[in-house]
Each structure stands twice: as structure tokens, then as C-alpha cells.
């Protein structure tokens, strides 16, 4: 047992870059530890490298998911973003050792939905552990030049728009109260002024609540909608808004009040503007917010 908590939080940083899914992600960590559970220890003692086992067992039950979520997200509503991971600084648990990789914040995240599950699980189990691409083909069911394959064009789709670079968290957390001052002021002007001119607002609903149902561009778009949305339910529903960590990065959450849905939101920040803002109001995403209201999630193999 000892010996697998080592690898848990690895395991599931991993699962979650594959998969986008931190259900989909504990699933397939529950699974590597049943069948870890079950080798004995001579089964275990041959294993030349636990972690890279591991790895591959993971990498299946997510290449499965992600086949299957394929067809799901031909039927969904809107754009689609990964599942927020929330925590808050005073966390300790495998979540908290998760996101401190910068590989999971979101705007990372959103650069991998372009790529089909072969190529996403060739990149991810490349990139997280250098597995040999014999290895990796065996999770695909590939041969061993297929899966190189899959990772090199992987690796353009990324380095054709990569994610900007991670900023400090107090730039951050700046950027994030500018926002929300010129939004509970419905300051226009101050808004269009924050935002990159190129911002791009996405939201995520699937069509449950009321939300853009598709990307918004140019900043002058984006602050508008914003306040429009704001206007309709009312800037108390800001005063309730709390700060958390989203996929490690500073953000907040926004309470269901009016007209106005529970959100998640964050930023991503480019030369210090806001280039884009990702809120997730798909309620069925909004589960992840138990950790960071202090309720404890399903351990796998506990």
C-alpha cells in the first residue's frame, strides 16, 4: 500500500491530463491500485519500474475514456473545458501535490483538447515519464512508429499555439482583483482596459444554464457580455464570490443568485492582460468544489 501512495498523486496528474476528467481521472488511479492490489509479491518484486507500470495500466482505462467521451462531446452543448481541479492553499491531500505541476493549470489543459485521444495519450505518457515508445504503443495497441507518430504530431498541434507562460501568482491574483473591481463597478472602459485585445471569453454549460454557447473574441465582446450578464442578476452576487485556486492558478467562484449560475472562473493571463477568461458553469463540473469547501473525496483504494 505504501508503496503505491508514492505514486498516487503522479498517477493522477496524469490521469487528468489525459482524460481532462478528475471522475474519469480517479477511476483510472482506482483501478491501477486494484490491479496492483491483486500481483502478489513476486509479481510485484519483477516490476523493473513500478511508476512506468503503473503509468501504462492508467494510460489504458484513460485511452478508453477518452474514446468513449469522444462521442459524449459530439452531443454537447457549447464549448467544452476540462474539469476544474479546486483546492485552496491550506490543502495537503493528492489534489493539492496535483496541481502545483503547472502541466494541469487550465490554459495547459485547454491546448491538449486538440488533439485525438491516440495522439493525447502518446504525448502525456511521453512528456510525464519518457516512457519508451514500445511501452506506449502497447497502451495504444499500436506498433512502436505509430506511436512515435502519434507524440510528433502531437508535439506540432501544442508548439503550433502553446499556452503562455505560467504567470506569479501575485500577478495573478492582481490580474483577478483588477477583474472583479471593474466588474462589481461595471466599469466598461476599466474592463476593455484589462483584457488582451484578442480575450477570448468560454464558457462551459453544455447547454444546462444560460451561457455563451460559443467562444467570444475581442475585448470589447467580451466586457460586454460580461456586464450584461452581470446587470441581469446583479453585482451582489459578486460580494459572494470566493477566491480558490483552480487547477492551481488564483480564481473564484461565483454562487448561484438570480438568473445568475454558480460558476467557476479563471484567467489566462499574456504580457500581463487578460487573454482569456474560462468559466465552467456545468453544474456536473462543479462537483470538485467539496474539496475546497472541506468535504473529503473518494480515495481510491480506501
Known sequence: MAAFEEHRAHLLRVAYRITGSLADAEDAVQDAWLRWNALDDDGRAGLRDERAWLATVVGRVCLDRLRSAAARRERYVGPWLPEPLITTPDDEGPL???????????????????????????????????????????????????????????????????????????EQEAALARFAD?????????????????????????????????????????????????????????????????????????????????SVTTLRLDDGRIAAVYGVLNPEKLGTLAAALGTQRRTPGR
Do not use: W, Y
Not at 496541481?99 to 483538447?113: F, I, P, Q
Not at 506506449?136 to 502519434?150: D, E, P
Open 96 to 170: 493539492a501535490t496535483v496541481v502545483r505541476d503547472e502541466s494541469v493549470r487550465m490554459a495547459a489543459m485547454v491546448v491538449l483538447e486538440r488533439l485525438s485521444p491516440p495522439q493525447r495519450v502518446a504525448f502525456v505518457l511521453h512528456d510525464a515519464l519518457d516512457l519508451p515508445f514500445a511501452t506506449i504503443a502497447n497502451v495504444l495497441g499500436c506498433t512502436a512508429a505509430a506511436a512515435r507518430q502519434h507524440a510528433a504530431r502531437a508535439r506540432r498541434i501544442v508548439a503550433e499555439d502553446p499556452p503562455p507562460s505560467a504567470a506569479r501568482s501575485t
Open 182 to 262: 471593474a466588474m462589481a463597478r461595471a466599469d466598461l472602459d476599466a474592463l476593455v482596459a484589462l483584457l488582451h485585445p484578442d480575450a477570448v471569453l468560454v464558457n462551459d454549460s453544455d447547454g444546462r444554464v444560460r451561457a455563451a454557447r460559443r467562444p467570444v473574441v475581442g475585448a470589447d465582446k467580451v466586457a460586454r457580455l460580461l456586464l450584461g450578464l452581470l446587470k441581469r442578476s446583479g453585482t451582489a452576487a459578486l460580494v459572494q464570490a470566493r477566491p480558490v485556486l483552480v487547477n492551481g492558478e488564483p480564481g473564484m467562484f461565483v454562487p448561484e443568485r438570480g438568473e445568475l449560475p454558480a
